[in-house]
């Protein structure tokens, strides 16, 4: 069918019906589409780009490939018959109709959230609990939030919360001690666990602001080879990563503390004891002006994984967890 005056475009999503009006200018033609089947992940990246405005950003924010995305929007707008996008300017930029959608589309996410969270809640006839593990510094990467939100949206549920290393969380994992974890990983993680990306870091030197490197936009780790180190615990996924970074850069560093507490081997940076290497998002808000955050080059990131383990059911409680932290 052909419209030109402001069709109305009914779209189907799962169990979900929303009318979305598209105002069309005198002149233009669209197809009208009756009952699109869309997926809920493209307007989830839709949003993303509109958000972000490239599809870059977009992309790495998502965990996906540039060009698969590139081709989710474009089959969105093929679906829908309009253009969303404005392609011929350096920023990507919605179109009128790609605005009167946008409002649409994160309808249809909330209303998505909301209508599997009430199922969800009807089917708990009984309290349950989700044991949820997580390494250290939650706060820094927005996990206290998420898990303090779920609680007040669910008073059904009674939530166990460990902080462990990463290595640690795996294991309880493999013996069932723990539903869902936060666990960092610098490669992949095991293929027995199932894994969601949640989010990323970065690491950062950490020098005294006296240093001759601390104005200094960024630093190779062989500038520091003769540095005293002071690193995190050894049992810890970025002791792991901080020594064998420092042997591929050509040296084995001089460790001359390690401990648990990074605000403790930020007093001692800041003391003039040595240096250290640790993740951005955690020190950025907790380093004082005596401090120097500098970019460690080339860039040596690690990425946080929701994981859980393959092949065990996982508990009604933990598939809306997921739900709302993804």
Same mark, same amino acid.
């Given at each position: 069918?052909v419209?030109?005056?402001?069709?109305?475009?009914? +779209?189907?999503?799962?169990?979900?019906? +929303?009318?979305?009006?598209?105002?069309? /200018?005198?002149?233009?033609?669209?197809?009208? @589409?009756?009952?699109?089947?869309?997926?809920?992940?493209y307007?989830?990246?839709?949003?993303?780009?509109?958000?972000?405005?490239?599809?870059?950003?977009?992309?790495?924010?998502?965990?996906?490939?540039?060009?698969?995305?590139?081709?989710?929007?474009?089959?969105?707008?093929?679906?829908?018959?309009?253009?969303?996008?404005?392609?011929?300017?350096?920023? &990507?930029?919605?179109?009128?109709?790609?605005?009167?959608?946008? =409002?649409?589309a994160?309808?249809? &996410?909330? &209303?998505?959230?909301?209508?599997?969270?009430?199922?969800?809640?009807?089917?708990?006839?009984? $309290?349950? @609990?989700?044991?949820?593990?997580?390494?250290?510094?939650?706060?820094?990467? $927005?996990?206290?939030?998420? +898990?303090?939100?779920?609680? $007040?949206?669910?008073?059904h549920?009674?939530? =166990?919360?460990?902080?462990?290393?990463?290595?640690?969380?795996?294991?309880?994992?493999?013996?069932?001690?723990?539903?869902?974890?936060?666990?960092?990983?610098?490669?992949?993680?095991?293929?027995?666990?199932?894994?969601? /990306?949640?989010?990323?870091?970065?690491m950062?030197?950490?020098?005294?602001?006296?240093? /001759?490197?601390?104005?200094?936009?960024?630093?190779?780790?062989?500038?520091? $080879?003769?540095?005293?180190?002071?690193?995190?615990?050894?049992?810890?996924?970025?002791?792991?990563?901080? @020594?064998?970074?420092c042997?591929?850069?050509g040296?084995?560093?001089?460790?001359?503390?390690?401990?648990?507490?990074?605000? =403790?081997?930020?007093?001692? &940076?800041?003391?003039?004891?040595?240096?250290?290497?640790?993740?951005?998002?955690?020190?950025?808000? +907790?380093?004082?002006?005596?401090?120097?955050?500098?970019?460690?080059?080339?860039?040596?990131?690690?990425?946080?994984?929701?994981?859980?383990?393959?092949?065990? /059911?996982?508990?009604?409680?933990?598939?809306?967890?997921?739900?709302?932290?993804?």
């Open positions: 069918m419209s030109e005056t402001g069709e109305k475009v009914l +779209i189907y999503n799962r169990s979900l019906f +929303i009318d979305f009006h598209v105002i069309i /200018p005198r002149g233009e033609v669209i197809r009208y @589409t009756k009952g699109c089947y869309m997926e809920t992940a307007l989830k990246e839709f949003i993303a780009l509109s958000e972000t405005g490239n599809y870059l950003q977009a992309a790495d924010e998502l965990y996906i490939s540039q060009s698969s995305l590139s081709k989710h929007i474009k089959a969105l707008e093929i679906e829908l018959g309009i253009p969303l996008f404005d392609r011929t300017s350096r920023k &990507v930029e919605l179109t009128d109709y790609g605005t009167a959608f946008l =409002n649409c994160k309808q249809i &996410v909330d &209303v998505e959230y909301g209508f599997l969270r009430e199922v969800a809640n009807r089917q708990d006839e009984k $309290r349950q @609990t989700l044991r949820i593990g997580s390494i250290p510094l939650m706060a820094a990467y $927005r996990i206290t939030d998420i +898990i303090m939100k779920f609680q $007040r949206e669910n008073e549920c009674t939530i =166990n919360l460990f902080e462990e290393e990463s290595c640690n969380l795996k294991e309880m994992l493999r013996k069932n001690k723990c539903d869902l974890a936060f666990i960092r990983e610098e490669g992949d993680v095991e293929s027995e666990f199932a894994k969601f /990306p949640f989010t990323s870091d970065h950062v030197a950490i020098l005294p602001c006296t240093h /001759p490197l601390a104005d200094a936009e960024s630093v190779r780790l062989e500038q520091l $080879r003769d540095e005293n180190f002071l690193f995190l615990q050894p049992d810890s996924l970025l002791y792991g990563l901080c @020594t064998s970074e042997q591929k850069a040296f084995t560093p001089n460790i001359a503390y390690t401990g648990k507490r990074a605000e =403790n081997i930020l007093d001692l &940076v800041e003391k003039g004891m040595g240096v250290s290497l640790l993740m951005e998002k955690p020190i950025i808000s +907790i380093a004082s002006s005596k401090l120097s955050i500098v970019d460690v080059e080339p860039m040596i990131s690690t990425n946080i994984y929701i994981c859980y383990k393959k092949n065990i /059911p996982l508990p009604t409680a933990a598939k809306k967890f997921m739900l709302a932290a993804l």
